[in-house]
């Protein structure tokens, strides 16, 4: 059975903050921060924001693009490290607002980064299995970074919802494996309101030893080359990362440029491979092939090899805003502002 995207949606807030507005408060060269990690700015959640309503947008976005019944989505996942509930699942509210019906399995993932994709996995196999008709993975953060630190100048927010089946396949997904040890260079302990990380440990050998095992996995187990890709997307924590780790693989800037979202939205962590792999299906034409390797710290990387259908001609993407429409008609913040809407200040 030939299991895939049937839809997809994605969401990201408006707000923004730049590197050199962070590093005025902090007496940091916020502009060489900024150029060091290729971000340009981050998008920041206004208060009424979090994983909740990020992925309710994402995932009406998805439904508003394909006619399926979502009394016949029979599983949801929410990937996450931003949960807003401890003890409440985020799933079930997300469920209820996009009308799934009652009888569906319902979950929070958390896997640093690709919780999200972790989601997507399981979809595919509940759908493969004939479980389940239609299942829905979505990955959604609003990143934290302590007030100074390194990852407040990347930890943002946004996320993106697919649509998982074996019907009317816009993308369908020939391949996925995953590569995963216990390597721990980023972490958050219960009850901190901000992680840890390792510092140079976060790239070898967590970021770089992970997504290279992983795609070489799955390069040597579907047979191709890196120039047999129209696109690549890997997880992207700064703007410089992805870059590298392509040029090391053998893919080109133009390969990735399409997926590489980090340098004007930030890290958004569990959202950054589904919202670079939306920004790719926005534009991808049929016969199109995807590459795809998300990483989470703790440390694993789910990889896919992905084939565009043609029946994405007749997917009405135009439904929904695309990625690079989300990213329009922003509005820049100062700090105090940001740290309000974060919560980094509150009125006693």
Known sequence: ????????????????????????????????????????????????????????????????????????????????????????????????????TAELTVADLEFACKAGTAGIQICMGLVGSGMIRYGVAIGADTSQGAPGDALEYSASAGGAAYLIGSEKIIAKINKTLSYTTDTPDFWRREGAPYPSHGGRFTGEPAYFKHIGAAAQMLLSETGNEPKDYNYAVFHQPNGKFPMRMAKELGFTDEQIKDGLLTPFIGNTYSGAVPLGLAAVLDKARPGDRIFVVAYGSGAGCDAFDITVTEEIVNYNRSAAPTVAQRLENTVELDYGVYAKYKGKIVRR
């Open 1 to 100: 059975m030939d299991v895939g995207i049937v839809s997809y949606g994605a969401y990201v807030p408006r707000y923004r903050i730049t590197p050199e507005e962070i590093g005025r408060i902090w007496g940091v060269d916020g502009k060489a921060m900024g150029k060091g990690l290729f971000i340009n700015m981050k998008s920041v959640p206004a208060p009424d924001e979090d994983v909740v309503t990020i992925s309710t947008e994402a995932a009406r976005d998805m439904m508003s693009r394909c006619g399926i019944d979502p009394q016949d989505i029979g599983a949801l996942y929410v990937g996450s490290e931003s949960h807003p509930y401890a003890v409440k699942p985020t799933g079930t509210i997300v469920a209820e607002a996009i009308r799934a």
